[in-house]
């Protein structure tokens, strides 16, 4: 059996009120009768305790009175379940009228012999005994008719059996109409049935039955072992010790898959946290966006605007300004930072073409105190190639001007790529324009050769790659 119906069969016990002592002692016998019965650990468990409460025996009877029920559940038709269930309803008279175990095993073995099992067996053979040794109403008279009486003459109780064996030689002799009216009355309207069965398995196979009860002796080990020489038992056999392989193996891991819960557990409760604060955020920047969109399309600038003034609105208001004050807020140092960690790559994005499209003034980073175009370059010389790039450069804008070319007069027939590739190049040459005559500071030219020497580039330089 697997730890685990051990563990139930130990509940069970402990429901029961046993100690720790009777539970070591009640283990083994337990567990053989779960094998023997093909049982459940944890329901045999459960019987075994309501039965030995019902019989009054403690767990000193136990194996004796175990090796009686496995004994009768193999030499009659019944088998330990059903056998269990009769004495939780029987077990009370037994105790209570002092009535031998294996006498009480072959009366329930008889019923079931003859179809009456389980709980109802229990509860027929105590209706019987109950009318049996009453003395009154209807079945105390037709047992002073008889001449039968359950007890002795110094008043002791005779015996179940022995009872209904003088039942049957008091009406052996009657014929059937008096037979029925005797066993009507003693048994009453429910039981007179029960009562037929009872005193024809008296006077056939009981005597038999309870000879082999009585020498019981081993017969659970005996049974449980029959049951457990199969594939069935190896398989169950395979099972415990798996689980019990399971069980030692958690023992060891448990301490470190605990830990490794309880940081999942954290890892994602953070990542909740920040989920959620980031769809806040992105709540606010949606709804931040549709607000300036409905302000800006209502203004009159807007409606009065043509395709190309539209196209510049939507820019400024949508990317430049806002990134305008993020800059100004905590752009610059965060800029400064990623330049310092990252600058692989990302110096050409602080050009001057890029950065009038964004309308950033890059002096203002360096009267802020912060060297940007000195981070960006020092990645730039580390993690690019400038001529890869140069050449890059030149062969896109090549592409970008001839394409643009096509609306010119005399050219190729233009297409909707000629015409925005025109007014990219416009709408860049006027922010670039802008930029560069704003002051003497967007004038410098650095040459690759400053570049030998970061610290000589600032902010507001125009990078100009040879060919």
Known sequence: KSASEAADAFGFMALAGWDKDQMKEAIQPVLRLSEAGNLDLGRTSDLVTDSMSSLGIGTGDLKGYLDKVARTASRSNTNIDVMMEAFLEFGGTVKNNGIAHDEASALIGI?????????????????????????????????KELGLSAYDSEHRFKGYANVLKELNEKTKDLNDEEKQYYFSAIGGKTRLSDVQKLVAGVSEEYDELKDTVVNSNGALEEMANIMNDNIYGDVKALQSAFESVQLDFMDKFQPSARKFLQWSKDLTLSFGQKLTKAAEKFQYRIEKIESTVKEFKGSKEWQTADLSGKISIAWDKIIAEPFAEWWSGKGKAWACEVANNIGYGISSALTAGISALLGIDLG????????????????FINGFDGSKIWEGIKEKSKELVVNASKIL???????????????????????????????????????????????????????????
């Open 364 to 379: 203002e980073a360096t009267d802020s105190g912060f060297d940007i175009g000195k981070s960006f370059a020092e990645g």
């Open 111 to 143: 019923l079931a012999n003859r179809g009456v099992k389980g709980s109802e067996a229990g509860n027929a053979l105590n209706s019987v005994l109950t009318n049996l040794i009453s003395g009154t109403g209807i079945a105390g008279k037709a047992m």
């Open 409 to 467: 007069p005399g050219g190729e027939q233009a297409t909707g790529d000629s015409w925005l590739s025109a007014g990219l190049l416009a709408y860049g040459g006027i922010k670039a324009g802008k930029a560069l005559g704003a002051g003497n500071r967007y004038t410098e030219i650095a040459t690759l050769n400053n570049l030998s020497n970061p610290n000589k580039i600032r902010a507001g330089q125009v990078l100009l790659l040879p060919e």
